[in-house]
T-cell receptor
Framework: DQQVKQNSPSLSVQEGRISILNCDYTNSMFDYFLWYKKYPAEGPTFLIS?????DKNEDGRFTVFLNKSAKHLSLHIVPSQPGDSAVYFC????????????FGTGTRLTIIP | NAGVMQNPRHLVRRRGQEARLRCSPMKGHSHVYWYRQLPEEGLKFMVY????????ESGMPKERFSAEFPKEGPSILRIQQVVRGDSAAYFC????????????FGPGTRLTVL
């Protein structure tokens, strides 16, 4: 039962353009969402998060959008840079005192110079 | 402040042997989460510990797997009688508060079972 889904295993984007990564979830108990970036042989690194009371959160080149009614979130990276090439994981948690993370399967982003 | 440390980084075991994976949290962090990543999959929650206590082990297989986080020393994930299906990358994350966006991940231990 995949409660967090990233349907695009890979994405290639030209340097300088916008990268849009998508994520869908099924569990309505989730109320906090996070994006992580992961390089090979390293652990995931936290990028940006959003609470369910918001629909947008922005941090520099990274913006996360949340559509609660559609149970959908997206990560926008603009402008995309070669160093952004990595695997991106969407994760969700229910802030109920045990904030274990439920991860999607990841999207491999490749920025083309 | 050193980050989350995991050792060993790579561990090779034969079927039936025991595997011990260690996680040293960041200084001041009393919450530890363990996750497992099978090939071509996302990370899956295994267990959540807070100093000497197991808070949630709902993601742990019922047999052969155990975890501890003693008062002194690292958190240990122990897998007895390993099987090929245990081959995966095991990540721990530590947190000062347990909140989702304060989980800092270690580099992982890649376990290979021959």
């Amino acid at each position: 039962d995949q409660q967090v889904k990233q349907n695009s295993p890979s994405l290639s984007v030209q340097e300088g353009r916008i990268s849009i990564l998508n994520c869908d979830y099924t569990n309505s108990m989730f109320d906090y969402f996070l994006w992580y970036k992961k390089y090979p042989a390293e652990g995931p690194t936290f990028l940006i998060s959003i609470s369910s009371i918001k629909d947008k959160n922005e941090d520099g080149r990274f913006t996360v959008f949340l559509n609660k009614s559609a149970k959908h979130l997206s990560l926008h990276i603009v402008p995309s840079q070669p160093g952004d090439s990595a695997v991106y994981f969407c994760a969700a948690s229910a802030q109920d005192g045990n904030e274990k993370l439920t991860f999607g399967t990841g999207t491999r982003l490749t920025i083309i110079p | 402040n050193a980050g989350v440390m995991q050792n060993p980084r790579h561990l090779v075991r034969r079927r039936g042997q025991e595997a011990r994976l260690r996680c040293s949290p960041m200084k001041g962090h009393s919450h530890v989460y363990w996750y497992r990543q099978l090939p071509e999959e996302g990370l899956k929650f295994m267990v959540y510990l807070q100093k000497e206590n197991i808070i949630d082990e709902s993601g742990m297989p019922k047999e052969r797997f155990s975890a501890e986080f003693p008062k002194e020393g690292p958190s240990i994930l122990r897998i007895q009688q390993v099987v090929r299906g245990d081959s995966a990358a095991y990540f721990c994350a530590s947190s000062p508060t347990g909140l989702a966006d304060t989980q800092y991940f270690g580099p992982g231990t890649r376990l290979t079972v021959l």
